[in-house]
């Protein structure tokens, strides 16, 4: 289809319209496939790639509508797992504080010592950039290898290596300065 017609008119729905009926099938594809097949949340991620094309002020000034549809795509993918990382990260820290509460019931001091080592380092992580966070909590949390980091952040694995050092760095440096 030439996309160069339909930019032309004011109907950004038609054009929206357009970019789903010949992309919409590969779009959903390459959302399942970097979700490794959820294909629930892929299904919510497609319609918030045709909703940001809809809030686009000026759909006409794309040259690339493909390339742009998917570079769309990947920032949602993006936000999508920075997102689903803070929520893991915040069931986590209940989880580690109710383990620490059952071995340290019989020692208040030892319980507030702890959730007070809990509470700094969710301070510095808090102060890491989103690419670095992810990164840490990819490797750190999930296990995942750098090339799995690099395939899930679109980044190539020297960058993912360097936001890996930066966390760490971070992480040092935040609890040498506390104590």
């Given amino acids: 289809m030439d996309f160069r017609t339909v930019m032309g008119t004011e109907n950004r729905q038609t054009f929206i319209a357009a ?13 399942e496939l970097k979700l490794r ?12 790639v045709y909703l940001r094309l809809l809030r686009m002020p000026r759909h006409e000034t794309i040259r690339s509508p493909q390339a742009y549809l998917f570079t769309v795509a990947r920032n949602v993918l993006y936000e999508h797992r920075l997102n689903h990382a803070a929520a893991s990260k915040a069931v ?13 019931q019989d020692d208040p001091g030892a ?11 969710d301070q510095a992580l808090s ?4 690419r670095a966070y992810a990164t840490f909590v990819l490797q750190r949390r999930y296990g995942y290898t750098l090339d799995e980091i690099a395939k899930q952040l679109g980044v190539s694995r020297p960058m993912v ?8 760095q971070h992480c040092r440096q935040h609890f040498e300065g506390v104590r």
């Fill in 19 to 31: 970019l789903a009926r010949t992309h919409g099938s590969r779009l959903r594809r390459f959302l």
């Fill in 37 to 48: 097949g959820a294909s629930a949340d892929a299904s919510d991620l497609v319609q918030d």
């Fill in 92 to 104: 986590e820290m209940d989880e580690v504080l109710a383990e620490i509460e059952a071995y340290v």
């Fill in 111 to 121: 319980y507030i010592d702890a959730v007070r080592q809990l509470e700094q380092f």
């Fill in 127 to 130: 102060g890491l950039s989103p």
């Fill in 161 to 168: 290596k360097k936001y890996l050092a930066k966390a760490v």
